[in-house]
Each structure stands twice: as C-alpha cells, then as structure tokens.
C-alpha cells in the first residue's frame, strides 16, 4: 500500500542551526501539508503546497520555515535557525486531490526534531 | 479563535465492549471531518471521514455520528480490542482550496482486558 515517507526519524541539532526535514508523498497525490506536534499536544497546521506553490500557511510558519518541491517526488521543510520551541514531531502529509472522495490526508511517521 | 476540541482525554474500557469518543468543533464552515487514530511513535492514521450532508457512516467496527446543530462528532467503536488502544483526534477540513486540518486535543483510548 502507497505511504508517504519521511526522513530521518530523529533529527538532534542545536540551536541556530539549519535543518531540513524531507517527505516523500504519495506518488499520485497533488496537495502536500507540513504539521507539527509538540509533545502532548494536539497537531497543528503549518504550511499547505499544491502546484509548486503554498497555498496556505499558519501562523507558525513564519519567515524562518521554507518549503519545496525539488524534483518530482521529494517534498522539504526547512528551518533556517532553529529555536527550542521548534522541538517537536513534524508531519508530513499528502492528498490525491479536491474530488470527493479522494480529500483523505495520508500522514507519514513523522520526524523527531530535537533542538539542544 | 475557532477550534476543535475533544470532551475527554482519557477513556479506559474493557476488552469487547463498545467505544464512544467525542469531539466538539466550532468553525461551522467545516464541511468535511475525520477520525484518525494514533499510536504510539506514529504518525496519524485515518480511520472513517464524513461530510457534512451526512449524519451517520459506518465502516468495519466504527461508526462516526455528526451532529450539526450542536456542532458534535462521536466515534463508535464496537467490540473494542487490545489493538484500538491509541489516541484519537478528530479533524475538521473548512472549505476551501488549501484543505487543511484543524485537528482537536486527542482522547487516549486504553483497553483494558
């Protein structure tokens, strides 16, 4: 069964630092989302992305988060320089379109992302 | 601002009986909402959806009741098992070209045998 990846598992770094998050959607599927999960609470939305563009961010994406789309399959999230209020579980999504039908989010397993 | 929430964090029940979790949401432009099960280490896992036009679905050992006048979904799960042991949020999808998720606070489900 088609799944949407995501690598690594557990990303450690220190504050300041660079990190990108990568995804690999669904093959077929158009709409991508980037969540995040801070331990113990509920998932929130950061960014939405559909024909090589955001098409929704919240107001947690701020000017340090960037998105793409590089090439045909991957899907990346990167932080500028990280804050320890960026510690959480990130969540890669993916959508196969806005029929009905087909507007299921189908996650990955999530990145760890600890900031020391 | 809106948001969706869930009534109960925790919910103990015994090994065969049925499961009710509930959620209340508030953005009475969603249209589209969802169940998703989450384990331990994993991320969330779709369980049954429904829209708006609709009041009850059924899937194989759930079943997802919206209520829209007092803006309430609940998740029925019969003979629960050891496996349906996870949290449980809900997601409400407003309309709109993005679709994103508004998920609620998660309802911690354990069974107990």
């Known amino acids: 069964e088609p799944e949407v990846t995501q690598t690594p598992s557990h990303q450690v770094t220190q504050m300041g630092q660079e990190v990108i998050l990568r995804c690999v959607p669904i093959?077929?599927?158009?709409?991508f989302y980037w969540y995040r999960q801070i331990l113990g609470q509920k998932v929130e939305f950061l960014v939405s992305f559909y024909n090589n563009e955001i098409s929704e961010k919240s107001e947690i994406f701020d000017d340090q988060f960037s998105v793409e789309r590089p090439d045909g399959s991957n899907f990346t999230l990167k932080i500028r320089s990280t804050k320890l209020e960026d510690s959480a579980m990130y969540f890669c999504?993916?959508?196969?379109?806005?029929?009905?039908?087909?507007?299921?989010?189908?996650f990955g397993a999530g990145t760890r992302l600890s900031v020391l | 601002g809106e948001s969706v929430g869930l009534h109960l964090p925790t919910l103990s029940v015994q090994e065969g009986d049925n499961s009710i979790i509930n959620c209340a949401y508030s953005n009475s432009a969603s249209d589209y909402f969802i169940w998703y099960k989450q384990e331990s280490g994993k991320g969330p896992q779709f369980i049954i959806d429904i829209r708006s036009n609709m009041d009850k679905r059924q899937g194989q050992r759930v079943t997802v009741l919206l209520n829209k006048t007092v803006k309430h979904l609940s998740l029925q799960i019969a003979a629960t098992q050891p496996g349906d042991s996870a949290v449980y949020f809900c997601?409400?999808?407003?309309?709109?070209?993005?679709?994103?998720?508004?998920f609620g606070s998660g309802t911690q489900l354990t069974v107990l045998p």
């Open positions: 999504a993916s959508r196969e379109s806005g029929r009905a039908g087909k507007n299921i989010q189908y």
């Open positions: 093959s077929n599927h158009l709409y």
């Open positions: 997601a409400e999808m407003p309309e709109g070209s993005a679709r994103q998720l508004t």
